[in-house]
């Protein structure tokens, strides 16, 4: 019991009923620790849980990933038994909220541009906007077939969007 309470006690001794919104993203330093304290804030005070995307990896060179915000959310989903809210890719929550702050933006002039398919290009098919795939990332051009919706732009990499105007 004793080396339980050393591990955790910053973790466990005061909870600040001021915090209501727990964000988790991408986080190298992630720790047990700070799995804890998000579940209390979330259990114990009623803070909403929220995530800005749900990327489940990164690419950190062409040819490794890391795991993403994704992996980070999966401890406190399992403990808690709810996801988060997400409010960012893939969700429309983001464009809705820049159209609100920005006027009503036309979709047929707009275009999704990302390396990630199932968060960039869900977002721009979410949003109803046209989408450009960019095999920069986490999305390999081998991949690209399986994909039950295709991108309307898929591209080598950003230098080749002058190609096609």
């Given at each position: 019991?004793?080396?339980?309470?050393?591990?955790?006690?910053?973790?466990?001794?005061?909870?600040?009923?001021?915090?209501?919104?727990?964000?988790?993203?991408?986080?190298p330093y992630f720790n047990h620790t700070k799995l804890t304290q998000a579940y209390l804030y979330i259990?114990?005070?009623?803070?909403?849980?929220?995530?800005?995307?749900?990327?489940?990896?990164?690419?950190?060179?062409?040819?490794?990933?890391?795991?993403g915000s994704l992996s980070v959310q999966a401890g406190l989903t399992a403990v808690l038994g709810k996801?988060?809210?997400?409010?960012?890719?893939?969700?429309?929550?983001?464009?809705?909220?820049?159209?609100?702050?920005?006027?009503?933006?036309?979709?047929?002039?707009?275009?999704?541009?990302?390396?990630?398919?199932?968060?960039?290009?869900?977002?721009?098919?979410?949003?109803?906007?046209?989408?450009?795939?960019?095999?920069?990332?986490?999305t390999k051009s081998e991949d690209v077939l399986k994909f039950e919706r295709q991108p309307d732009f898929?591209?080598?990499?950003?230098?080749?969007?002058?190609?096609?105007?």
């Amino acid at each position: 019991k004793q080396w339980y309470q050393r591990r955790v006690r910053g973790a466990v001794e005061e909870i600040d009923e001021s915090i209501k919104y727990v964000v988790v993203s991408y986080d190298p330093y992630f720790n047990h620790t700070k799995l804890t304290q998000a579940y209390l804030y979330i259990s114990e005070n009623n803070a909403e849980f929220i995530s800005p995307d749900t990327d489940n990896f990164f690419s950190v060179s062409p040819t490794r990933k890391i795991p993403g915000s994704l992996s980070v959310q999966a401890g406190l989903t399992a403990v808690l038994g709810k996801k988060p809210t997400i409010m960012g890719k893939p969700d429309p929550f983001l464009f809705e909220l820049i159209q609100k702050e920005h006027g009503k933006i036309d979709v047929s002039k707009t275009i999704m541009i990302g390396d990630n398919y199932s968060t960039d290009m869900a977002f721009g098919f979410n949003c109803g906007m046209s989408t450009g795939l960019v095999l920069t990332g986490n999305t390999k051009s081998e991949d690209v077939l399986k994909f039950e919706r295709q991108p309307d732009f898929v591209l080598e990499g950003l230098g080749n969007l002058a190609e096609k105007e």
